[in-house]
């Protein structure tokens, strides 16, 4: 299942990169917003009439409002601090009062999970060793992918000067491989050990990013950046899904909804972390 989902993320990152090519080159950027949104309201309407709705439980839980919105903001206030940080200075008093305010609401989110009924992230989840570390790794593992894609991207952009099209393109390779890549690797994964993969994933995507830092204007795409795309997807691929199966693996049944959730979580935040860290 883990593979599938990521053969199709190859397969929408292709549609995706080629068509935001192709709407920049000809009707200009903002279309790539407003076809989105358009997009995302078809897929509401089609995830309401093809999903089952599911039977209500004897018991709803409540829902955990003062958990989701402490946690919200203070997370948005820590990577605001980081961002900004880069450009009026860490202790500049611009910066320093959100970055207190937003550690006091993540303390203040700890405490409320501790004593409400419902909480949204039962801390005892993070008892199972096994599921903790994949949060981690997967927080890491996004925040290494989105800074490789974002600054190859500037690279195509700023340093070879390519056009939209031409940056969608180069970017080609890397999203076809992912489904063929994440296939396999689905099949192979049951009879493979993990930690190994997982430890040769992070070593070639470290690869990748020391391949990139020799980019100049006088690089030739085929010479490295080519390259580095194909290593950096089987990277993604050896590390990405054997930490997936390490999340969900040591959970209870009851807890396999609330550890998708959680892991998926560590991976959304790794990337806006990854980008500020990096800027």
């Not at 004593?115 to 890491?140: E, N, Q």
């Not at 691929?237 to 930490?243: A, H, K, T």
């Not at 049944?253 to 860290?277: E, H, R, S």
Request: charged share 10%; aromatic share 14%.
């Amino acid at each position: 299942a883990f593979s599938i989902f990521g053969a199709f993320g190859g397969l929408g990152a292709v549609t995706g990169i080629l068509l935001a090519g192709g709407l920049i080159a000809s009707i200009g950027w903002q279309w790539i917003f407003r076809i989105s949104a358009i997009a995302a309201f078809i897929l509401l309407a089609i995830s309401y009439i093809v999903i089952p709705i599911s039977e209500p439980k004897a018991e709803k839980p409540k829902i955990d409002y003062l958990g989701a919105i402490t946690a919200t903001i203070g997370v948005t206030g820590i990577v605001y601090y980081i961002s900004t940080g880069v450009e009026y200075g860490w202790a500049d008093p611009k910066t320093i009062p959100i970055f207190v305010v937003a550690l006091g609401l993540i303390a203040l989110f700890i405490f409320i999970e501790t004593r409400v009924h419902s909480p949204m992230m039962p801390l005892r989840i993070w008892k199972i060793k096994s599921f903790t570390t994949s949060v981690v790794l997967a927080f890491v593992s996004m925040a290494k992918f989105q800074g490789i894609i974002y600054y190859a991207n500037m690279t195509f952009q700023e340093v070879y000067q390519w056009t939209p099209i031409q940056t969608a393109l180069g970017f080609l390779v890397h999203s076809l491989l992912a489904m063929v890549v994440f296939t396999i690797l689905g099949r192979m994964l049951p009879r493979l050990p993990l930690k190994p993969l997982i430890l040769t994933g992070f070593l070639l995507r470290s690869g990748t990013a020391l391949m990139f830092s020799f980019v100049d204007e006088h690089t030739s795409y085929w010479a490295l950046p080519f390259p580095a795309f194909i290593i950096h997807i089987f990277g993604v691929g050896l590390s990405l899904l054997p930490i997936q199966i390490t999340a969900v693996r040591d959970a209870e049944n009851k807890d396999q909804g609330l550890v998708g959730a959680l892991y998926n979580t560590g991976l959304q935040l790794g990337a806006p972390f990854g980008l500020a860290i990096l800027n």
